[in-house]
């Protein structure tokens, strides 16, 4: 099975008094010291990776651990990750959680990471705030970097429009991906993009590229409620192993005692962690409107 892209990820949840976020799971595969130095952590705001989001309301990208708010930058380079990106994770203005999702290095041929950005008081476009680039070419993050995307345009602009995850699965052949031509030339194959809640008015959004030989995840999975809001059923999904998912008509009931990680997701708020797979809570106008499964 080819590695993923996204090799950890990590939850951290507020503390009952609210003043630190502690940890409340993750997945790190064979990564067994990251894995080990991990769950005794607790972050104040300001502090660390999830702390710094939790401070800045907004989602960070990291792109190597030598910063000063990643306490675990040995441990890291062991495991072989290359960059992070955390996501606060906002209801209305409570914080839910801070999701930590660590991306392999370039020595792994790895994908890439963007986080988009816009403030209705400077443009009614959305720019790229940073990415990491990993094996791709210099020329599709030059490309990036003068990109300009008004709302519904490009992968960003559709999550951004929708408030809800898009899944592109070719973007070279996608007339809706404007950087196809180069991001075939770099030999990025397929992309996700998941709308990033904030505290104010202004929308980023994060995009996870593939290149060829390591997918974003080895499955994902978006949730979305039907009409009566009575049970979840599947928006899209695609499998390294199975392809296409979009055609199942799997459902999951949604009630107050569920035993379903997605339904849990949906109806609190907060990530959950079953198996190999994180249950990514999707905000829009305030409230849960999605959940994005990711397995790796």
């Known amino acids: 099975m080819k590695a993923s892209f996204i090799r950890i990820v990590e939850i951290w949840l507020p503390s009952q008094d609210q003043t630190h976020l502690e940890f409340g799971g993750g997945l790190f595969g064979p990564a067994k010291v990251f894995a080990t130095a991990t769950p005794s952590l607790r972050f104040a705001v300001g502090e660390g990776l999830p702390g710094l989001a939790w401070q800045e309301g907004r989602p960070i990208l990291l792109k190597d651990f030598d910063s000063p708010h990643f306490l675990r930058a040995a441990a890291a380079q062991e495991a072989g990750l290359g960059c992070a ?22 020595e792994a041929r790895s994908g890439a990471i963007e986080l988009w950005h816009n403030s209705p008081r400077v443009t009614t476009d959305m720019t790229l705030v940073d990415g990491y680039y990993g094996t791709a070419s210099d020329s599709f993050e030059v490309l990036s970097k003068d990109t300009f995307l008004p709302r519904g345009t490009g992968l960003p602009g559709l999550a951004w429009q929708r408030g809800a995850a898009v899944f592109m699965e070719d973007l070279g052949a996608s007339p809706r991906f404007l950087r196809g031509a180069t991001a075939a030339e ?6 996700l993009a998941l709308p990033c809640p904030t505290r104010t008015d202004e929308a980023y959004v994060l995009t996870l590229l593939s290149v060829l030989g390591t997918p974003i995840a080895q499955k994902m999975e978006s949730w979305t409620p039907d009409a009566g809001r009575e049970q979840l059923q599947r928006g899209f999904g695609f499998s390294e192993t199975q392809g ?31 198996d190999s797979t994180i249950n990514i809570p999707v905000v829009a106008d305030g409230e849960v409107c999605e959940v994005l499964a990711l397995s790796l």
């Open 85 to 106: 990106i955390a996501l606060p994770l906002f209801v209305g203005s409570v914080l839910k959680a801070v999701v930590v999702l660590f991306g392999g290095n370039e």
């Open 186 to 191: 770099s030999g990025i194959t397929r992309g």
């Open 244 to 274: 296409n998912l979009s055609g199942l008509t799997d459902t999951i009931a949604l009630d107050t005692v569920s035993t379903s990680p997605v339904a849990r997701a949906f109806l609190t708020g907060v990530p959950t962690i079953d």
